[in-house]
């Protein structure tokens, strides 16, 4: 800045240069100050909390090495900078400059070991004195050596001229003189400068914590209070100011860490102003040098040795990086050449990190629908064909690569003619955000999959969320797009275990036709014999997907009924499954006797398969005690809190639970052939949950917009109680083993949500 104004006025006008250049220096610490305030005021200086802590270190260290260097030149007595060349070796290794720096050297690390050994705020000072008085009791002792001569060979700074009061510096101010045009033009330099001070104050202030152990750090008061400093700098004429680091962290070591001591550290410096700087050509370069090199080397040591084996190796390359740019070639260089390191590595970090949270197989994790025993055997056998990927954190261009490479890995050949997945469903529970090139990345996966007939469906994702916003704008949320989206991965599930169901009632259907064919039965009659107990789906099914009623003996379902439909490897595996369910649950299959029954015996035998042992006859007696109700789509069968006052049997229809909870809420379906509220009814507790009427069974056509469920209330409980304790003591019995049913489904969803 002195030097744009020199060549704007020229050395012929030394007035004016003065004049303007110490009015542009005040007026620069003015602007610094507004800055500060400006800053402190709106709360900004949390944005130091990006600042990753090994930047500030690698800057602690910077400050460490450029002492170090600052102490070379100042004992050595080098003509400018240290340049980093033979030449200055050379000259470092001169008999007459050699012990000018190593001596220095040599003392601060004799108070280095001194500060191990001995524990007092007095070492440091204490040092320094005796140093000073040693070496004028050598000189003075010694009658070779006169304080002239030792300045004139480096051993003691210059006499400085003196002779003119402290204020007489204002006298320099003439306003009259200044020339604003070359004032106007230093503007660009003085934001320059501000910028500079700013840089420093988040750096310095936050390392300076980090050496007190303060962490209660509030930056916007050290804004605040930089700003005040700052424009009453100014306003009294002088120039810029910000906290030093080396300066604090000197003062605070040795018990300068209160209000006291820095108010006796302000008296004393505006002493030394009053008292002149006559004083100076008598203080020992070695003195001041080896103060520079004990700061330097302790800095250095704080950086450099202190973090080694603390931090990973990519942040102590960056540390090491900071203070060599920071000492060789500039303080600022060193600040942005961290960022940058820290940036590369934070996303080389990350990429190597898979966003795969979890992955999981249809068959380990299943939705919360209750569902009857033989749509559970069949889903743990078809649910091989969900395959359900859980992914975490932020999903950015390097991260989403490995989740790409894994989703072509699963329509391989190889792999996919082990594991013919169906279903791919992505969970995004637990991303925080995603870039362009990660949604993009969904696109691709969409077309990719879809060469091989798979289903990508996308949970726990919003569509007016960040992460829904950036996948609506890459095509994947619109009409057009074959990806499915649910908010939770238990809606997810639910559709697909939905789906596979449907497909698992038409083969069995197909079978059951072939079967009773064969054994000379009527296929009309066959179906008469179907119970309409109809699974979860995620509207009002058109086809009622029916448990199918047991075959005829002598017969077996097999997959030839398929014909060529069973030629893929999927259809192939989804007729295995129906053949194994079928097969394996044979006993739990209603028998032909049971479509005699009236309602609601073959619906209460139906519930209790797998549960109680107890035959038609004994549950015949419970029958007197149900009575039978119908609901409408969207009508509440009771809420939470509420008594409970009854427990249910679902003939037909799907009943939908939501439960809030303090730590979250979650959904469940209740299908038909299923059993509702026992666990709040026999414990006599309130209800936990809000189960509404969501869809009936239409293929009743006199009821299509019913629900039917048979309820068991608290006064016909009294009385089977009394009348019938056999019946009774079973029913409890039956509500342990369905708590338990419903505990370890709750349970596997929770962990699976968890990850």
Request: glycine share 6%; proline share 3%.
């Amino acid at each position: 800045m002195a030097y744009s104004i020199i060549t704007l006025i020229g050395r012929d006008k030394p007035e004016v240069v003065l004049s303007t250049t110490i009015t542009a220096f005040a007026a620069s610490s003015i602007l610094t100050g507004l800055v500060f305030l400006i800053l402190g005021t709106f709360k900004l200086g949390s944005l130091v909390n990006f600042f990753p802590r090994h930047i500030l270190i690698g800057c602690i260290g910077g400050v460490g090495f450029f002492l170090f260097v600052t102490g070379i030149e100042v004992s050595a007595r080098l003509d400018g900078n240290l340049e980093y060349d033979l030449r200055t070796v050379k000259a470092l290794m001169r008999k007459d400059t050699i012990l000018l720096w190593v001596t220095p050297l040599v003392l601060s690390t004799a108070l280095l070991i001194l500060k191990a050994l001995i524990r007092s705020p007095f070492l440091v000072p204490a040092f320094f004195i005796s140093v000073a008085s040693i070496f004028y009791i050598v000189v003075t002792v010694t009658s070779s050596l006169t304080v002239p001569i030792l300045r004139q060979e480096g051993w003691i700074f210059a006499e400085v001229e003196a002779g003119v009061p402290f204020y007489n510096f204002y006298s320099y101010y003439n306003f009259s003189a200044v020339d604003w045009e070359a004032f106007v033009t230093t503007i660009p330099a003085m934001f320059a400068l501000t910028f500079f001070g700013i840089l420093h104050v988040p750096i310095n202030v936050p390392a300076l914590a980090i050496a007190a152990e303060e962490d209660d750090l509030n930056l916007n008061r050290e804004l605040v209070a930089h700003g005040i400093s700052n424009a009453l700098s100014g306003c009294f004429g002088s120039i810029q100011n910000y906290l030093v680091y080396v300066n604090s962290d000197l003062f605070m070591s040795n018990g300068g860490n209160s209000r006291l001591a820095g108010c006796m550290l302000a008296g004393a410096t505006f002493g030394v102003l009053v008292a002149g700087p006559e004083m100076i050509g008598y203080v020992p370069i070695m003195v001041v040098g080896a103060l520079i090199f004990y700061l330097g080397i302790e800095l250095l040591q704080e950086a450099l040795w202190e973090t080694w084996g603390k931090m990973n190796k990519l942040e102590y390359l960056t540390v090491w990086a900071i203070v060599l740019t920071m000492g060789i070639y500039d303080f600022v260089d060193g600040i942005l050449l961290g960022i940058v390191l820290a940036c590369l590595f934070y996303v080389v970090d990350t990429s190597a990190k898979s966003a795969v949270r979890v992955t999981y197989s249809g068959s380990t994790v299943e939705s919360t629908v209750r569902r009857h025993a033989v749509q559970r055997h069949f889903l743990h056998h078809a649910g091989r064909q969900i395959y359900v990927t859980k992914l975490a954190g932020t999903l950015f261009f390097g991260s989403i690569v490995k989740v790409e490479k894994k989703s072509r890995a699963l329509i391989e050949e190889e792999a996919f003619r082990e594991e013919p997945i169906r279903f791919l469903i992505f969970d995004l529970t637990h991303v925080n955000g995603l870039d362009y090139s990660a949604a993009e990345a969904f696109t691709r996966m969409q077309r990719v999959l879809s060469r091989r007939d798979v289903r990508m469906i996308l949970s726990g994702v919003e569509r007016e969320s960040d992460v829904g916003k950036s996948l609506w704008n890459v095509g994947l949320w619109q009409d057009h797009s074959n990806v499915e989206f649910f908010e939770t991965l238990n809606l997810a599930l639910e559709s697909c275990e939905n789906q596979l169901l449907a497909a698992f009632y038409r083969q069995s259907n197909k079978l059951s036709e072939s079967a009773a064919i064969g054994a000379g039965d009527s296929v009309s009659r066959r179906r008469r014999q179907m119970s309409s107990f109809t699974p979860a789906s995620d509207a009002c099914p058109h086809d009622a997907m029916d448990i199918p009623s047991q075959p005829a003996s002598g017969n077996s379902f097999g997959s030839p009924v398929l014909g060529a439909s069973a030629s893929s490897p999927r259809t192939m595996y989804l007729a295995q499954a129906t053949s194994a369910t079928l097969d394996a649950q044979r006993d739990a299959l209603p028998p032909k006797r049971w479509s005699k029954f009236k309602q609601p015996l073959p619906l209460l035998l139906h519930c209790m398969q797998g549960l109680s042992d107890q035959n038609e006859d004994f549950w015949f007696k419970a029958v007197a005690y149900f009575e039978k109700q119908e609901l409408y789509a969207g009508q509440a069968l009771f809420h939470t809190n509420d008594v409970a006052d009854a427990f249910y049997l679902v003939q037909k229809g799907v009943l939908r639970a939501s439960y809030e909870l303090p730590m979250g809420g979650y959904q469940e379906s209740i299908v038909a052939g299923t059993t509702c509220g026992e666990l709040p009814f026999f414990s006599d507790t309130r209800r936990t949950a809000t189960v509404v009427a969501e869809c009936a069974n239409e293929d009743d056509v006199d009821a299509a917009d019913t629900v039917i469920v048979w309820a068991l209330d608290a006064e016909a409980w009294k009385r089977l109680q009394s009348e019938w304790p056999e019946g009774a003591q079973e029913l409890l019995t039956v509500a342990l083993r369905l708590t338990k049913e419903r505990v370890d489904a709750v349970t596997g969803y929770v962990l699976t949500v968890a990850g």
